[in-house]
């Protein structure tokens, strides 16, 4: 019986080639192919695959975001994250979200089909290197405090966040100046800047 996976990759081109490749693999069949984050919810939904291979950069929904959702609904799909992204604090926030694979796009081709044949049979499967930073630093800001920082670094002002967030100017900048305590920076923008670089935010 083949497994059938639905791949979510914001790239066009990345999208057909990862579909490509694993139509390839005899025993893989590609249920659907989505854009963005909450096409995929949908076409999770719709189609009930086995396995979820997905980035996390994309709109309307990341991939982390996809994968919290997909625990939370407890719809029994395994997510493979694929990305460029060699940060530890990603690959944590991805276990956190139930998570099964946690691979990089630089991996071999035959790594990726292995990878789905493992995840499907219950195993786990992430990047040895990564898997080893990944617990030696711990992310020391708060959810709350995350939200705010990823807008405040995207140019947001104070009152744009309070009211997408529905919070007080002051609730927000007491958010951001404890965030900018924790991460030992000078500014928003610097917290913001190193919270990216570790895989925080």
Same mark, same amino acid.
């Given at each position: ?64 975001? /996809? *994968?919290?959702?997909?625990? !939370?609904?407890?719809? $029994?799909? +395994? @997510? &493979?994250?694929?990305?460029?992204? =060699?940060? %530890? ?22 790594? /990726? *089909?292995?990878?789905?044949? !493992?995840?499907?049979? $219950?195993? +786990? @499967? &992430?990047?040895?290197?990564?898997? =080893?930073? %990944? ?23 104070? *009152? ?42």
């Amino acid at each position: 019986m083949s497994i059938r996976i639905v791949i979510a990759e914001d790239q066009a081109m990345v999208l057909g080639a990862l579909a490509a490749l694993l139509e390839n693999e005899g025993d893989i069949t590609v249920a659907g192919q989505a854009r963005n984050g909450r096409e995929a919810l949908q076409m999770v939904l719709s189609q009930k695959p086995d396995v979820l291979l997905s980035d996390i950069e994309m709109p309307e929904m990341s991939g982390l975001e /996809l *994968a919290a959702e997909l625990k !939370r609904q407890r719809l $029994g799909v +395994r @997510v &493979i994250i694929l990305t460029t992204f =060699a940060r %530890a604090g990603y690959l944590r926030r991805a276990l956190d979200a139930g998570v099964s694979g946690y691979l990089l796009k630089d991996a071999p081709a035959t790594a /990726l *089909a292995d990878a789905v044949r !493992r995840v499907h049979a $219950g195993g +786990r @499967v &992430i990047d040895p290197e990564l898997a =080893a930073e %990944a617990w030696s630093e711990s992310d020391p800001l708060t959810d709350r405090e995350r939200q705010v920082l990823r807008q405040a670094g995207d140019g947001a002002t104070g *009152a744009e966040i309070a009211a997408t967030l529905n919070l007080s100017e002051g609730t927000v900048r007491n958010y951001l100046s404890e965030a900018i305590s924790k991460l030992g920076a000078s500014n928003r923008t610097e917290a913001a800047r190193i919270a990216r670089q570790k895989g925080w935010l």
